[in-house]
């Protein structure tokens, strides 16, 4: 029987790819080893959002080939090879292609059945392989800090090591949006949303299997569904109206999209039965945000807290914030502190610039230096864990 091994690194959606892959190898009688070198087809998720993970990404390619054996076959896949396939050209020289590309595996081990027959509804742990206990902090601080995190990740329901009791929907994948320092765009593409029939089969499904718990998987749910004539309110609003004791966790939504549907979307969340919101905010200053492309302001952002506390005040409410940003001032810096003083969020992720290839803020004037960035991350993250002005903050 043919084997083969399956991982990634990245993102929860990257996770559900992951799965997803591993579910169509299996359709296609493959057998899933837990161990590369007993395989004879090694596949990775290769992550490439920041430098950091383009680094990681790289040394688990040079593991998985010192892991192989000798006739077995390595594909890289996923985002890496499509946001920096320069860096991926140093370590490895195979068959390359993007998630927006899955047929080019089918066509790669001669797949009888599409990828597009294969739906799936969980995420798998990330790759962790030789790394030391400070690389694996350094690498995967979201899922490796205090026990007080662990916790509240469980209650938002975000598990990122593939929780059993909750039932993953991806219900779109890219966006609409260029901003400036993101090179998701680049991986995904644009926005490909999965019509409502389909998503409400697949809630329905997860219902019936005894399912409470569901997590909304996409690049942005902020524009969820217009390239398809609809919007996320229209989604949530008949997910809310089925019967039955259950809770559903938003990942990522745009504010500017929010905030355009605010009073529309509001209703929707008076029920209790949205649990978890991410809306990330990434700076408090109007000029930084003008200059990311991100199209909301900070007045934008704190509208869009007041509203969904005013009619939902249980709501878990996560937001991501960066700093170093080209030309990010100290004022500029002290802006993005005092948004987070004054919306409260539940959790909040801290994350420093990262030039990636391809976009517009790599080429900015006025780079910050990696100490005052790193200086700047620090007394952001510490101002939530001992400040206490946030009840969670982590980088």
């Not at 989604?235 to 559903?248: P, Q, R, S």
Request: hydrophobic share 35%.
């Amino acid at each position: 029987m043919k084997t083969a091994y399956i991982t990634s690194n990245g993102c929860p959606e990257n996770q559900m790819d992951t799965a997803r892959v591993r579910d169509y190898l299996e359709y296609n009688d493959w057998h899933i080893v837990q161990d590369p070198t007993e395989a004879d087809l090694i596949l990775f998720n290769a992550c490439g959002i920041l430098n950091a993970s383009t680094n990681r990404s790289l040394s688990i390619i040079s593991e998985l080939k010192e892991k192989a054996k000798s006739d077995s076959q390595l594909l890289v896949w996923g985002c890496l090879p499509k946001i920096d396939p320069q860096a991926l050209a140093t370590v490895y020289s195979g068959p390359s292609f993007g998630e927006a590309e899955l047929n080019t595996l089918g066509e790669i081990i001669g797949a009888d059945r599409p990828i597009s027959d294969v739906v799936c509804n969980e995420i798998i742990a990330r790759y962790l392989g030789k790394t030391s206990r400070w690389e694996s902090i350094k690498y995967f601080l979201p899922d490796l800090v205090t026990r007080s995190y662990r916790e509240l990740d469980m209650k938002v329901n975000l598990s990122r090591e593939g929780d059993s009791s909750i039932y993953y929907i991806k219900t779109s994948t890219g966006c609409l949006d260029r901003c400036s320092y993101c090179a998701i765009c680049l991986s995904r593409g644009k926005l490909r949303s999965k019509p409502i029939e389909q998503i409400m089969k697949e809630f329905r499904s997860g219902l019936n299997r005894g399912f409470g718990k569901f997590s909304l998987m996409g690049t942005d749910l902020g524009v969820q569904g217009m390239d398809l004539g609809y919007n996320l309110k229209d989604l949530l609003a008949e997910m809310v109206k089925e019967e039955g004791d259950f809770d559903i966790s938003i990942r990522n939504t745009h504010p500017y999209y929010l905030k355009n549907m605010l009073k529309e979307i509001a209703p929707v969340f008076s029920g209790g039965k949205i649990r978890f919101l991410g809306i990330p905010a990434q700076s408090g200053s109007n000029r930084i945000l003008k200059l990311m492309g991100r199209h909301h302001t900070s007045e934008d952002l704190k509208d869009c807290v007041s509203t969904i506390r005013g009619v939902a005040p249980n709501v878990l409410l996560r937001t991501q914030m960066m700093v170093g940003f080209p030309t990010e001032t100290r004022r500029d810096f002290y802006d993005s502190i005092k948004l987070l003083d004054e919306t409260r969020f539940d959790f909040a992720e801290v994350y420093i610039f990262s030039p990636r290839p391809g976009t517009v803020a790599a080429d900015m004037d006025g780079q910050v230096s990696k100490t005052v960035s790193t200086m700047r991350y620090l007394y952001m993250v510490m101002q939530g864990q001992i400040g206490g002005k946030l009840r969670k903050t982590c980088g």
